[in-house]
């Protein structure tokens, strides 16, 4: 079956710089999920689509930005990178409009900011 | 507002045998779902079992079944027969109804599986 598609699977960047992460979500998914790890940490919700819409918003910072395009496919854009933005990002997807509330993470885009 | 608490940092069971993992979660919603992840060394997070507040009836996933406890906000994973492949972080979460609505996690327990 297919799986919720992330990439790049690994990110390096400097300080200032700007990152750009790509999910694909499960066909007919029709929403969308961005999680933030860090080392030893839970995830952290920051932010969702549902139906190419923004849904709920978590503890994203003002420098990172999220859309979900006509595809369905979703952009997490972050920039003024620092070094605390390092940690491995999640995106998850979703079948709402079926009420099924299941969010199936993809394999996650670890991000190294040095 | 939820919060989700896993009292548990480290557990271990030997292979074959039973072990539970506590989930103790705080909400103000009137409907909402629970859920377990798993995450292992390769750090997916793959769901385990599903359980939504309104039924009563506690979930079962094969070898993996829940203790739901409204009254208590209490939501316990049992795994039976423990096997190696069980080694993982575990992650209690809670999330409202409705559409986009975000996951709240746990802090996790680390679950190892002795030979």
């Known amino acids: 079956a297919a799986g919720v598609i992330q990439s790049p699977r690994h990110l390096i960047k400097e300080k200032r710089e700007t990152a750009t992460l790509k999910c694909y979500p499960i066909?007919?998914?029709?929403?969308v999920y961005w999680y933030q790890q860090g080392p030893g940490q839970d995830p952290q919700f920051l932010i969702s689509?549902?139906?190419?819409?923004?849904?709920d918003k978590g503890s994203i910072p003002d420098r990172f930005s999220a859309q979900q395009f006509s595809d369905y496919h979703s952009e997490l854009n972050m920039s003024s990178l620092e070094l605390g933005d390092s940690a491995l990002y999640f995106c998850a997807s979703s079948l709402e409009g079926l009420g099924s509330h299941e969010q199936y993470f993809g394999p996650g885009t670890r991000l190294t900011v040095t | 507002a939820q919060t989700v608490t896993q009292s548990q940092p480290e557990m271990s069971v030997q292979e074959a045998e039973t072990v539970t993992l506590s989930c103790t979660y705080d909400?103000?919603?009137?409907?909402?779902?629970l859920f377990w992840y798993k995450q292992p060394p390769s750090r997916q997070m793959i769901l385990v079992i599903r359980q939504e507040a309104y039924k009563q009836q506690n979930a079962t996933e094969n070898r993996f079944s829940v203790n739901f406890q409204k009254a208590a906000k209490s939501f316990s994973l049992k795994i039976s027969d423990s096997q190696l492949g069980d080694a993982a972080m575990y992650f209690c979460a809670s999330s409202a109804r409705g559409y986009g609505q975000n996951f709240v996690f746990g802090p996790g327990t680390r679950l190892s599986v002795l030979p």
């Open positions: 689509f549902y139906e190419k819409m923004q849904s």
């Open positions: 909400t103000s919603e009137s409907d909402y779902y």
């Open positions: 066909p007919r998914h029709d929403t």
